[in-house]
């Protein structure tokens, strides 16, 4: 091993660009592979002994395995993910308005539950205009509650 070796000189160009091709086309693979596995857990529609088969059959034959089941079942991934990510954003969106709204009503919201009880007949005009102050000063309905705990201050 006296003579000198440039690694550059013993791996052409061309070499490189298939030893990229193959790189990218084995991490192709295997998330395609993960991909088929998390879908066949998240079908619903398939029985334990259907999903069971296929991960026998993608794990025993894994190339064959996973085209058969991108040709028979691949329409339907697709789908599958859509609903998940539309599930999941639902229930994110739902969470931010709960969190944002603090679980007690707004005061417009307040002020339109007044208008529809005083439209209905429920309550008086000089009803309506008493609640109304109290949901504009800040005490309304929603903390009518906690004041009633608290000593009354002055009243």
């Known amino acids: ?8 000189y013993d791996f052409p160009l061309l070499g490189a660009f298939w030893t990229m091709l193959w790189f990218f086309l084995w991490v192709m693979w295997f998330v395609l592979l993960f991909r088929v596995v998390v879908d066949i857990f998240r079908d619903d529609r398939l029985s334990g002994w259907a999903k069971a088969g296929w991960l ?62 005083r439209s209905r007949g429920d309550i008086t005009d000089e009803e309506f205009s008493r609640a109304k102050e109290l949901v504009l000063s800040g005490h309304g309905p929603a903390e009518r509650t906690s004041s009633i705990t608290r000593p009354a201050s002055g009243r």
Do not use: H, W
Request: with cysteine; glycine share 8%; net charge neutral.
């Open 1 to 8: 091993m006296s003579e000198q070796t440039y690694l550059a």
């Open 56 to 117: 026998v059959f993608c794990i025993v034959l894994p190339f064959l395995g996973v085209f058969v089941y991108v040709i028979a079942r691949g329409k339907n991934m697709g789908r599958r993910e859509i609903a998940q990510a539309r599930a999941q954003q639902e229930e994110f969106n739902a969470y931010i308005k709960q969190t944002a709204a603090g679980g007690t009503p707004s005061s417009t919201d307040e002020l339109a539950r007044l208008s529809e009880i």
